[in-house]
């Protein structure tokens, strides 16, 4: 019983720092990382009930963690919750897709290959969890997110992100409008035996980077109200908020604006790699989509291939040409008026005598779809 008095504790002491958390923009709630600490040491120990489980799965924290895994792929929280009761015990646990299609199959396929494996390496060393938490919340640079976030926005919208440390997740980073989270446990797990985790400053940028989607969505939520997009056109539409999206935080916030120093992050040069391949499927589901070609189940199998940081890859690429040519500035003016990305995108790698181009006539299509808005 002594875990499910610690997790109650923990679960009260989640909503008085919700409620606090108005009073301060760049506070990181650490409870359900916490929480999780708590959880994994107590399997190393005792056999531990359903009943405490369920209270870390009832966190905020780890429902943003299973929110995260529904973005672009499917998962419920009872496989969640099937994951996590196994990797108490050391164990993984077979699972069956929730629903058919690709996205239910990369969501169990994430959960096998990633958050059960992080999790049970997590039991492991617990004591290296800890200190990397305590590092974590000595950071003195959180005041710096909003800044840097609002400054790689082509419009000024108001923002005040709840900010998470969590552990059990797939993703090192994530955001959505209730919350935005680093994973301090997938983190560490992914780099672990070949690179350092996320230094301080890595931090700060990743909370910017999804503080930056939360940002950009709002205006390109705006902007897709003025248009009137039809059948296809919204799964076009779609695609093309994703590219720029991911591209616009991972070159400006990420990489500074430097190609050269966006090749040597890690975790992203298997995907920059991928590019030749990337740049004409990305024409493929834009212009099958905008031909009304492309089902439901076969668009979501073809953007399947951008998933992990490919979306993240072919943007910044398309978004660095235009950069090179006019500036910051012009990436700016592109991320403002999405619609126009590939016509800016071909006549600055013309002039860069760059080697893939889109179709004129696609460009130019996805340029007036949905009219004048």
Same mark, same amino acid.
């Given at each position: 019983?002594?875990?499910?008095?610690? !997790? @109650?504790? +923990?679960?009260?002491?989640?909503? =008085?720092?919700?409620? *606090?958390?108005?009073?301060?923009?760049? /506070?990181?709630? $650490?409870?359900?990382?916490?929480?999780?600490?708590?959880?994994?040491?107590?399997?190393?120990?005792?056999?531990?009930?359903?009943?405490?489980?369920?209270?870390?799965?009832?966190?905020?924290?780890?429902?943003?963690?299973?929110?995260?895994?529904?973005?672009?792929?499917?998962?419920?929280?009872?496989?969640?919750?099937?994951?996590?009761?196994?990797?108490?015990?050391?164990?993984?646990?077979?699972?069956?897709?929730?629903?058919?299609?690709?996205?239910?199959?990369?969501?169990?396929?994430?959960?096998?290959?990633?958050?059960?494996?992080?999790?049970?390496?997590?039991?492991?060393?617990?004591?290296?969890?800890?200190?990397?938490?305590?590092?974590?919340?000595?950071?003195?640079?959180?005041?710096?997110?909003?800044?840097?976030? !609002? @400054?790689? +926005?082509?419009?000024?919208?108001? =923002?005040?992100?709840? *900010?998470?440390?969590?552990?059990?997740? /797939?993703?090192? $980073?994530?955001?959505?409008?209730?919350?935005?989270?680093?994973?301090?446990?997938?983190?560490?797990?992914?780099?672990?035996?070949?690179?350092?985790?996320?230094?301080?400053?890595?931090?700060?940028?990743?909370?910017?980077?999804?503080?930056?989607?939360?940002?950009?969505?709002?205006?390109?939520?705006?902007?897709?109200?003025?248009?009137?997009?039809?059948?296809?056109?919204?799964?076009?539409?779609?695609?093309?908020?994703?590219?720029?999206?991911?591209?616009?935080?991972?070159?400006?916030?990420?990489?500074?604006?430097?190609?050269?120093?966006?090749?040597?992050?890690?975790?992203?040069?298997?995907?920059?790699?991928?590019?030749?391949?990337?740049?004409?499927?990305?024409?493929?589901?834009?212009?099958?989509?905008?031909?009304?070609?492309?089902?439901?189940?076969?668009?979501?199998?073809?953007?399947?291939?951008?998933?992990?940081?490919?979306?993240?890859?072919?943007? $910044?690429?398309?978004?660095?040409?235009?950069?090179?040519?006019?500036?910051?500035?012009?990436?700016?003016?592109?991320?403002?008026?999405?619609?126009?990305?590939?016509?800016?995108?071909?006549?600055?790698?013309?002039?860069?005598?760059?080697?893939?181009?889109?179709?004129?006539?696609?460009?130019?299509?996805?340029?007036?779809?949905?009219?004048?808005?």
């Amino acid at each position: 019983m002594a875990q499910i008095r610690t !997790l @109650k504790i +923990l679960l009260i002491w989640s909503i =008085l720092t919700h409620a *606090l958390s108005s009073y301060s923009q760049t /506070r990181v709630d $650490a409870v359900q990382a916490q929480a999780i600490l708590e959880l994994l040491q107590e399997c190393n120990t005792a056999p531990v009930s359903m009943e405490a489980i369920d209270q870390v799965i009832g966190l905020p924290g780890t429902q943003l963690i299973i929110s995260q895994q529904n973005i672009s792929r499917r998962i419920t929280a009872a496989q969640y919750r099937a994951v996590l009761a196994a990797a108490c015990k050391g164990e993984t646990v077979h699972l069956e897709p929730s629903e058919p299609g690709a996205r239910a199959e990369k969501g169990v396929q994430g959960l096998a290959n990633d958050v059960a494996p992080s999790l049970i390496w997590g039991r492991q060393h617990v004591a290296v969890l800890r200190k990397r938490l305590e590092i974590a919340e000595k950071n003195q640079n959180f005041d710096e997110i909003i800044p840097l976030a !609002l @400054k790689n +926005l082509p419009e000024t919208v108001p =923002l005040s992100p709840k *900010l998470y440390f969590v552990m059990g997740g /797939r993703a090192g $980073a994530a955001a959505s409008e209730q919350g935005i989270y680093v994973d301090l446990l997938s983190d560490i797990w992914r780099s672990r035996g070949h690179s350092e985790p996320m230094t301080q400053r890595e931090m700060v940028e990743f909370f910017a980077h999804e503080t930056h989607h939360i940002g950009y969505g709002r205006i390109l939520d705006q902007k897709r109200r003025q248009l009137d997009l039809q059948d296809g056109e919204v799964k076009a539409w779609n695609f093309l908020v994703d590219v720029l999206m991911e591209g616009s935080a991972t070159l400006l916030i990420n990489a500074h604006g430097n190609w050269t120093e966006l090749e040597a992050q890690r975790h992203i040069q298997t995907d920059l790699k991928r590019l030749p391949k990337l740049l004409p499927e990305s024409q493929e589901i834009l212009q099958r989509s905008l031909d009304g070609t492309m089902a439901g189940p076969a668009y979501q199998t073809a953007v399947s291939d951008f998933f992990g940081e490919g979306y993240h890859a072919t943007g $910044a690429k398309l978004l660095y040409v235009i950069e090179e040519v006019r500036g910051k500035a012009g990436v700016l003016a592109v991320m403002d008026h999405p619609r126009s990305l590939l016509v800016v995108y071909n006549e600055c790698a013309r002039r860069k005598d760059e080697p893939f181009r889109f179709s004129s006539a696609l460009a130019k299509r996805l340029e007036t779809m949905g009219g004048n808005g």
